[in-house]
């Protein structure tokens, strides 16, 4: 198994550009977690699916933050306006959670390196 | 929701010396715990995980203890070496529909002093 692929590996911008982060989660995997992290405010989580379907957002910082997961194998992230201070390493993670099991392990992918100028 | 507490932020050990982290969580229905290891520039890795029906787990040099009653676990790294040295990151579930979300302490820098 390839693991959790995550495009681009860096990206870097200027303010007020969109900008559009990809995850491919673990085939056979039903959630999907995306995190920011940074070193003021370690990980963070923004949102995460259960079954293609958003279960919690509440850890989007604003409205220029939208994520969207069209089937099990595919979700994006995306920043419209962005701005300096979302520069972040952002984490994507999946997991399987059967409906009577317990939580299983997050694996995250390698993340992508945002820098906005 | 759940608060995770991770302490110490920043700890140094000799070579060959234990070094051993702490969290503590909020939420009494909680089930599940991992351990992160994060080596600068990647990505978090499980090392070891514990379920809230053991009270411990061992796994070569590395082992994991849970407190119920107090709320507290703890990873402990025995005979720790170089490659030891990363950022390690506690995690606890939450209850009912936050039990698909993990919430991380905010981590622990090992260093390893050879």
């Known amino acids: 198994d390839a693991g959790v692929i995550q495009s681009p590996r860096h990206e870097v911008t200027e303010m007020g550009q969109e900008v559009t982060l990809r995850c491919k989660p673990i085939?056979?995997?039903?959630?999907l977690f995306w995190y920011r992290q940074t070193m003021m405010r370690g990980l963070e989580l923004l949102i995460y699916?259960?079954?293609?379907?958003?279960?919690?957002d509440s850890g989007m910082p604003e409205d220029r933050f939208s994520a969207k997961m069209p089937n099990a194998s595919f979700s994006t992230l995306k920043i419209q306006p962005s701005e300096p201070r979302d520069s972040a390493v952002y984490f994507c993670?999946?997991?399987?959670?059967?409906?009577?099991?317990?939580?299983?392990?997050?694996?995250f992918g390698p993340g992508t390196r945002l820098l906005v100028l | 929701g759940e608060n995770v507490e991770q302490h110490p932020s920043t700890l140094s050990v000799q070579e060959g010396d234990s070094a051993v982290i702490k969290c503590t969580y909020s939420?009494?229905?909680?089930?599940?715990f991992p351990w992160y290891k994060q080596e600068l520039g990647k990505r978090p890795q499980l090392i070891i995980d514990?379920?809230?029906?053991?009270g411990e787990k061992k796994d070569q040099r590395i082992a994991v203890t849970l407190n119920k009653t107090a709320k507290h676990f703890s990873l402990h790294i025995t005979e720790t070496q170089p490659e030891d040295s990363a950022v390690y990151f506690c995690?606890?579930?939450?209850?009912?529909?936050?039990?698909?979300?993990?919430?991380f302490g905010k981590g622990t820098k090992l260093s390893v002093i050879p």
């Open positions: 993670a999946s997991s399987f959670k059967g409906f009577w099991g317990s939580q299983e392990t997050q694996y």
């Open positions: 085939s056979g995997h039903n959630s």
């Open positions: 699916f259960n079954n293609n379907v958003p279960i919690d």
């Open positions: 939420d009494s229905a909680s089930n599940y």
């Open positions: 514990i379920r809230s029906n053991v």
């Open positions: 995690a606890a579930t939450g209850s009912g529909a936050g039990s698909y979300q993990l919430t």
